[in-house]
C-alpha cells in the first residue's frame, strides 16, 4: 500500500501518530492472517521541513534533498515505533529510478524484499530523495508503489489518498456534476481524461499519477484500490465495504520479462503509430516500420519506447531494434525499401511482440 505525505504529516503539528497507530493496527490484523504487506511511503520531506522549521516548500533540490535527510530518520523511527507495538518488524528500502529501470539492480531490489518478507519483516519503502537528482527521480510515490507491487507479483495495490476514489470530474474543482467511479475495468483515454491536479499542499501526486500507477499494475495482474486515508483504521474501512474506485487487473497474464517493460518509468522516445498498426498490436501482433507515422525523442537500439496513436494516447511500451536515427529514415516504409534506406539488410519490426506490453483495448 502507499501512503501520501498529507496522510501522514499534518503542517502544523508534524506526525500524525494516532492515525499511524491505527494504521499499523490494520497492518498487524493482515500479519496475523499471513497476508505480506509492503509500505511504499512519502513524507520524509514534509516532515523534515516541519522539522527544520521551514516555512515554505522547497525550491531547490539542495533543500529537498536536506529535508529528505532530517525526515527519513524520524519516518523510519516511526514505522519502527509503532509496528513494534504490535510485534512486528520493519526493514526500510530506499529506492532510485535506477534501481528499478536498470535489469540487474531490479532483480537485486526484488531479492532483497523478498527476503525480508522471509523473515516476517514489513519493507518500508521510499524514494532516495537524499541522493536522487531531477534526472533519476521517479517524482510520485504512486507509480513507485505500482512498480514494487508488480515488481513482487502482489494481488492487490492500495493507495491511500486525501480523496476517497475517482471521479468524473475532479473533486477538488467542487463541480455539482462530479460522478464517484466505483469500478474501472480499464483505464481508457474516457477515464484518464477524468484525472484531476494534486489537492494538497503537502502532496506532490495527483490522479493522473495515480491512473498512470494503475495502468502499471493492472497490466500486469494486480488489482488497484483508491481510497480515502483520511479516516483512522483505512484498511478495515476497505474491509466493512466503505466507497472505493477498485481497477479490475488484467486477466491476461504476463511473464515477469514483459513485466519490468511495462513499469518503466521513463521512455526515452515515443512511436506514433497509425490505426492499422494499433489494431495490429491489440491482435498480438509485433510493431512494425510500415505503421509508424512519426518518432519522437533520443533513443538507441534497447531502450524503452511508447507507442502512442495519432491522438497521442499510450497504448503500448517496448524495447526498439533500432535507435533513432534509423528509425526516422525507415518510418512509414515496408520491409522490401528498408535496404536501398539503410544499406543493409534490416528487419521490418521495429518492436517484437515479445519485448513489448499492450495496455488496453
Same mark, same amino acid.
Given at each position: 500500500m502507499k501512503i501520501g505525505s498529507a496522510l501522514l504529516v499534518k503542517r502544523e503539528t508534524g506526525l500524525r501518530a494516532g492515525w499511524l497507530a491505527s494504521i499499523a493496527d490494520d497492518i498487524a490484523v493482515l500479519a496475523r492472517t499471513g497476508t505480506e504487506v509492503l509500505i511504499v511511503s512519502s513524507g520524509a520531506i514534509a516532515l523534515g521541513r516541519i522539522l527544520l522549521s521551514?516555512?515554505?516548500?522547497?525550491?531547490?533540490?539542495?533543500?529537498?534533498?536536506?529535508? @529528505?535527510? $532530517?525526515?527519513?530518520?524520524?519516518? *523510519?523511527?516511526?514505522?519502527?515505533?509503532?509496528?513494534?507495538?504490535? &510485534? =512486528?518488524? !520493519?526493514?526500510?528500502?530506499?529506492?532510485?529510478l535506477t534501481d528499478t529501470e536498470e535489469r540487474?539492480?531490479?532483480?537485486?531490489?526484488?531479492?532483497?524484499?523478498?527476503?525480508?518478507?522471509?523473515?516476517?519483516?514489513?519493507?518500508?519503502?521510499?524514494?532516495?530523495?537524499?541522493?536522487?537528482?531531477?534526472?533519476?527521480?521517479?517524482?510520485?510515490?504512486?507509480?513507485?508503489? @505500482?512498480? $514494487?507491487?508488480?515488481?513482487?507479483? *502482489?494481488?492487490?495495490?492500495?493507495?491511500?489518498?486525501?480523496?476517497? &476514489? =475517482?471521479? !468524473?470530474?475532479?473533486?477538488?474543482?467542487?463541480?455539482?456534476?462530479?460522478?464517484?467511479?466505483?469500478?474501472?475495468?480499464?483505464i481508457t483515454p474516457e477515464i484518464e481524461a477524468m484525472a484531476g491536479a494534486a489537492g494538497s499542499e503537502l502532496s506532490c501526486g495527483g490522479m493522473k499519477t495515480k491512473l498512470e500507477a494503475?495502468?502499471?499494475?493492472?497490466?500486469?495482474?494486480?488489482?488497484?484500490?483508491?481510497?480515502?486515508?483520511?479516516?483512522?483504521?483505512?484498511?478495515?474501512?476497505?474491509?466493512?465495504?466503505?466507497?472505493?474506485?477498485?481497477?479490475?487487473?488484467?486477466?491476461?497474464?504476463?511473464?515477469?520479462?514483459?513485466?519490468?517493460?511495462?513499469?518503466?518509468?521513463v521512455p526515452v522516445g515515443r512511436l506514433v503509430i497509425d490505426e492499422g498498426a494499433a489494431a495490429a498490436l491489440f491482435a498480438g501482433k509485433s510493431l512494425l516500420a510500415a505503421g509508424i507515422i512519426s518518432v519522437e525523442g533520443q533513443f538507441d537500439k534497447g531502450d524503452t519506447v511508447a507507442v502512442i496513436t495519432r491522438e497521442r494516447y499510450e497504448i503500448a511500451r517496448g524495447l526498439v531494434n533500432y535507435n533513432v536515427t534509423a528509425m526516422r529514415k525507415i518510418a512509414g516504409y515496408r520491409r522490401d525499401a528498408l535496404f536501398a534506406l539503410l544499406g543493409y539488410d534490416a528487419r521490418s519490426t521495429v518492436i517484437h511482440r515479445n519485448n513489448m506490453v499492450v495496455w488496453s483495448d
Open positions: 521551514s516555512s515554505s516548500r522547497p525550491h531547490k533540490l539542495e533543500e529537498s534533498q536536506a529535508y @529528505a535527510a $532530517v525526515g527519513q530518520i524520524e519516518l *523510519a523511527h516511526a514505522y519502527a515505533d509503532h509496528l513494534g507495538m504490535q &510485534g =512486528l518488524r !520493519t526493514g526500510q528500502v530506499l529506492l532510485t540487474q539492480r531490479y532483480l537485486n531490489v526484488r531479492a532483497t524484499i523478498n527476503t525480508l518478507l522471509k523473515y516476517g519483516v514489513i519493507p518500508v519503502i521510499n524514494e532516495n530523495n537524499t541522493v536522487a537528482t531531477n534526472e533519476i527521480r521517479y517524482g510520485d510515490n504512486d507509480r513507485l508503489a @505500482a512498480r $514494487v507491487a508488480t515488481m513482487m507479483g *502482489a494481488d492487490l495495490l492500495v493507495l491511500l489518498s486525501d480523496v476517497d &476514489g =475517482l471521479y !468524473t470530474v475532479s473533486p477538488y474543482q467542487q463541480d455539482s456534476h462530479a460522478e464517484f467511479v466505483s469500478l474501472i475495468e480499464a494503475g495502468k502499471i499494475a493492472t497490466s500486469a495482474g494486480t488489482a488497484m484500490v483508491i481510497t480515502s486515508g483520511k479516516r483512522f483504521y483505512p484498511l478495515k474501512a476497505i474491509d466493512e465495504g466503505k466507497r472505493v474506485s477498485f481497477f479490475c487487473a488484467n486477466n491476461r497474464p504476463i511473464n515477469a520479462w514483459k513485466i519490468w517493460i511495462s513499469g518503466q518509468l
